[in-house]
């Protein structure tokens, strides 16, 4: 089992920049793939990226390549998403996840443990 807790998050202005991080308890961090989502607020949890076990291989929702990056630190055992040119409709809360089973899904129901996600707020 493994426990979650996100931090980073603000307000921060549009075109600004925040790096969230996701630190996991337990000794066993790589094992698990990792993944960010998002829900703002009257909408649908979504997905933003994911990193597979290794961190060799990453995966981007289409909205947010180029702008978000993911990482990870298997010897911190944390999972950071840096993210960039921050614009109004970023606004939401973000949350990491652990997927022990797959290689980095873009698929909610695939996660297994859940962080309980940190606010982001951009102004316009």
């Known amino acids: 089992q493994v426990q979650l807790v996100e931090s980073g998050g603000g307000l921060v202005q549009a075109g600004g920049s925040l790096r969230l991080s996701c630190a996991a308890s337990?000794?066993?961090?790589?094992?698990?793939?990792m993944g960010w989502f998002r829900q703002a607020p009257g909408k649908e949890r979504e997905f933003v990226a994911a990193?597979?076990?290794?961190?060799?291989?990453?995966y981007y929702a289409d909205s947010m390549k180029g702008r978000f990056t993911i990482s990870r630190d298997n010897a911190k055992n944390t999972v950071y998403l840096q993210m960039d040119s921050l614009k109004p409709e970023d606004t939401a809360v973000y949350y990491c996840?652990?997927?022990?089973?797959?290689?980095?899904?873009?698929?909610?129901?695939?996660?297994?443990?859940w962080g309980q996600g940190t606010q982001v707020t951009v102004s316009s």
């Open positions: 996840a652990a997927d022990q089973d797959y290689s980095g899904s873009r698929l909610e129901y695939q996660y297994d443990y």
């Open positions: 337990g000794r066993t961090f790589s094992s698990y793939a």
């Open positions: 990193i597979n076990k290794s961190g060799g291989r990453t």
